[in-house]
C-alpha cells in the first residue's frame, strides 16, 4: 500500500542534543510537509518542500532545518532541542497539480521527548 | 493573520444520532477546505475535503460550505462509538502547494 512512513515513531533526546527526524513516502507526492502538533493544540506548518524548492514559515525557529534528498525522503533536523520542542511532529504529502486543492496525507508522526 | 475557529467541546453526541461540527475561518480568500479526525496519540486522517459552496457527501458524512459566511461544517449521520475523536477543521488559504492552517479541533464524544 502507498503510505507516509516515519522513523522513529518515538523519539528521545537531550537537552541541546541534535536530533533527526525522517520521513518517506511511497506516493510519488511531489510536496512534502513538516508540521509541529503540541498537546492540544493545532497542528502547526513548520516549512514545507515543492519538488526540491523550499518554503520556510516565517515563524518558523532557525534550530529547526530540513533536508530532502530526493523526491521520496523528508527529514526534520532540530538542532539544539530545547524543553519546548517536545511535540508530535508530523510529515504530509500532497500531490500538487493534481487537483489543485492540495489534499495532503500525513504518516504517522514521531512522538519527541526532550529531557 | 489566518485562523481558523473550532468549539473545542466535548460536543457528546448519543449512538445513531447526528453530530454536527463546526468551523469558522478568517481569510475570505481561502480556497478549500478540509475534516480531519484524529484519535488521541494519533496522526490526522483526511475524511472529507470541499471546495464548492453547498453540500458534499461521503458515506455518512456530509461537508457544508457557505464562503460567504465563511463557516464550513461537518455533518456525521448515525454517529457511532469508533466516531469519538477530535475533529479537525483546515484551511488552505493560498491554495496551490501552500500548508494548510488548522483550527485546535472539536473533541466529539459518542454516547452508547
Known amino acids: 500500500d502507498a503510505m507516509v512512513i516515519q522513523n522513529p515513531r518515538y523519539q528521545v533526546t537531550q537537552f541541546g542534543k541534535p536530533v533527526t527526524l525522517s520521513c518517506s513516502q511511497t506516493l510519488n507526492h511531489n510536496v512534502m510537509y513538516w508540521y509541529q502538533q503540541k498537546s492540544s493544540q493545532a497542528p502547526k506548518l513548520l516549512f514545507h518542500y515543492y519538488d526540491k524548492d523550499f518554503n520556510n514559515e516565517a515563524d518558523t525557529p532557525d534550530n529547526f532545518q530540513s533536508r530532502r534528498p530526493n523526491t521520496s525522503f523528508c527529514f526534520l533536523d532540530i538542532r539544539s532541542p530545547g524543553l519546548g520542542d517536545a511535540a508530535m511532529y508530523l510529515c504530509?504529502?500532497?500531490?500538487?497539480?493534481?487537483?489543485?486543492?492540495?489534499?495532503?496525507?500525513f504518516g504517522p508522526g514521531t512522538r519527541l521527548t526532550v529531557l | 493573520q489566518k485562523e481558523v475557529e473550532q468549539n473545542s467541546g466535548p460536543l457528546s453526541v448519543p449512538e445513531g444520532a447526528i453530530a454536527s461540527l463546526n468551523c469558522t475561518y478568517s481569510d475570505r480568500g481561502s480556497q478549500s477546505f478540509f475534516w480531519y479526525r484524529q484519535y488521541s496519540g494519533k496522526s490526522p486522517e483526511l475524511i472529507m475535503f470541499?471546495?464548492?459552496?453547498g453540500d458534499k457527501e461521503d458515506g455518512r458524512f456530509t461537508a457544508q460550505l457557505n464562503k460567504a459566511s465563511q463557516y464550513v461544517s461537518l455533518l456525521i449521520r448515525d454517529s457511532q462509538p469508533s466516531d469519538s475523536a477530535t475533529y479537525l477543521c483546515?484551511?488552505?488559504?493560498?491554495?496551490?502547494?501552500?500548508?494548510?492552517?488548522f483550527g485546535k479541533g472539536t473533541h466529539l464524544i459518542i454516547q452508547p
Open positions: 504530509a504529502t500532497s500531490r500538487e497539480g493534481t487537483s489543485g486543492y492540495n489534499e495532503q496525507f
Open positions: 470541499i471546495y464548492s459552496n
Open positions: 483546515a484551511v488552505n488559504v493560498g491554495g496551490g502547494a501552500d500548508g494548510l492552517t
